[in-house]
């Protein structure tokens, strides 16, 4: 299984961004897939995931973020609406090798597979 994760970059404070996370050596839908990310100097943590179309958050993103899937493209989605500097980092996608029940959905020890990461940084 491989993550391929693109479209960070840089943007202004309230600005949008979409990352796309493709899916290979699986059907993405099979089990969950996470969003998460990492500030410098501190440690990684959930942003979104989405399981059987059904998406969850963190308190911080709900709102603003929202994640979703292309079954036919085997890609997972993070679009990123009124962006603020506190969501500067590095962003990473996971993948589950089983399905998770919702108390496992936000721990990152429960997915096995991960992208490469990718940068975003936003600006005041």
């Known amino acids: 299984v491989q993550l391929q994760a693109s479209g960070g970059g840089s943007v202004q404070t309230g600005g949008s961004l979409r990352l796309s996370c493709v899916v290979s050596g699986r059907t993405f839908s099979t089990s969950p897939m996470g969003w998460f990310r990492q500030a410098p100097g501190k440690e990684r943590e959930f942003v979104a995931a989405?399981?059987?179309?059904?998406?969850y958050y963190t308190d911080s993103v709900r709102g603003r973020f929202t994640i979703s899937g292309d079954n036919a493209k085997n890609t997972v989605y993070l679009q990123m609406n009124n962006v603020k500097p506190e969501d500067t980092a590095v962003y990473y996608c996971?993948?589950?090798?089983?399905?998770?029940?919702?108390?496992?959905?936000?721990?990152?020890?429960?997915?096995?597979?991960w992208g490469q990461g990718t940068l975003v940084t936003v600006s005041s």
């Open positions: 996971a993948a589950a090798r089983r399905v998770l029940i919702v108390s496992e959905i936000r721990r990152k020890d429960n997915y096995e597979y």
């Open positions: 989405i399981r059987w179309n059904v998406p």
